[in-house]
């Protein structure tokens, strides 16, 4: 992924964004307030929106785990209402 994995770095205040694939495998992006998101043609695209939308800050995006499934709806996903 080049440049764009470099930009992703740890932080110790909470993301902002989280990236990973939805239970469709489709590639999406949600802000911690389940405002802001997308679904993207792939990983890069959704990381790209992500770092652009938070101005590059360090530790604003995070990845998901492959085992984790992220869900547009913050009301109905308990994982992306509080665990970042």
Aim: aromatic residues 6%.
């Amino acid at each position: 992924m080049g440049t764009l994995a470099r930009d992703i770095h740890p932080a110790l205040h909470a993301h902002r964004f989280m990236v990973g694939r939805d239970p469709q495998g489709r590639w999406v992006v949600s802000d911690e307030l389940g405002l802001v998101g997308g679904i993207f043609a792939d990983k890069e695209a959704a990381v790209r929106f992500a770092l652009s939308e938070s101005d590059h800050m360090p530790g604003a995006v995070f990845c998901a785990p492959c085992e984790v499934t992220l869900n547009l709806d913050t009301a109905s996903d308990p994982q992306l209402a509080g665990r970042h």
